[in-house]
């Protein structure tokens, strides 16, 4: 028993193009946030206050800071084409993505993709609209995506065209957050830009994580700031 664990410590530990452990299989962050995703809308469907439970409203940014991120989970009721279009993205973007920064990156790309779709939001939006959706955190996929094509220097014509067509829909179309796409998108590119271009060697991981950090405590300290120039703290 000894001799095996020394050879499992011996044995070389394979890692993505930018840093995260290599996992054999389907994406499983993606399909899992996809399941989470369809989860909370059968949920929202068989009991709508949970949806008013658990949305975000920059109104409650002091109270209620959660709802920044819960909200990113959550969709339209009765909009199915809404939910449908989201999950397609992320497992369009996710399976792609994911096993390029491993499981973990992947995660914290997201979920501070989402935040920085709320925060997005609270900047830019009325004080009692409430926004729900995961589209926040897919542009922050988006974005990441771009950071990883122009770093391996191909073309990005068409997720340009792509991202032009999804933004312009949502200036043009009522009931769809743009702040959250313009807040996740920014986000996603700086949590990117972060993890391929932090330099190889033993300190990589250090920097990456770090840099991550570092962009989720801005986050907090522009949600403090904005929150307390409207008066919400």
């Known amino acids: 028993m000894d001799?095996?664990?020394?050879s499992r410590r011996q044995a070389p530990e394979y890692r993505t193009p930018y840093g995260g452990r290599v996992s054999q299989g389907r994406p499983v962050v993606t399909i899992s946030l996809m399941a989470l995703c369809a989860v909370f809308f059968v949920i929202q469907f068989l009991y709508p206050p949970f949806t008013q439970q658990l949305w975000y409203a920059p109104v409650l940014t002091g109270v209620e800071p959660w709802r920044m991120l819960t909200s990113a989970f959550l969709h339209f009721p009765g909009g199915i084409l809404h939910i449908l279009f989201n999950l397609y993205a992320l497992w369009f973007l996710g399976q792609g993505l994911e096993p390029q920064l491993g499981r973990l990156r992947f995660t914290l790309l997201y979920l501070i993709s989402a935040f920085g779709g709320s925060v997005g939001v609270l900047a830019i939006s009325p004080l009692f609209q409430a926004v729900v959706g995961a589209s926040g955190a897919i542009f922050g996929l988006f974005g990441a995506l771009l950071v990883v094509l122009l770093q391996r220097r191909a073309s990005v014509r068409s997720v340009l065209i792509?991202?032009?067509?999804?933004?312009?829909?949502?200036?043009?179309?009522?009931?769809?957050?743009?702040?959250?796409?313009?807040g996740g998108l920014l986000t996603g590119a700086a949590c990117a830009a972060v993890l391929v271009y932090a330099p190889k060697g033993k300190n990589r991981s250090l920097v990456q994580f770090g840099g991550l950090a570092a962009i989720a405590v801005v986050l907090c300290i522009l949600t403090m700031v904005l929150a307390g120039a409207k008066g919400l703290v």
């Open 3 to 6: 001799c095996f664990r020394e």
């Open 162 to 182: 792509l991202l032009a067509a999804n933004f312009a829909l949502g200036l043009f179309v009522p009931n769809i957050a743009w702040e959250a796409h313009l």
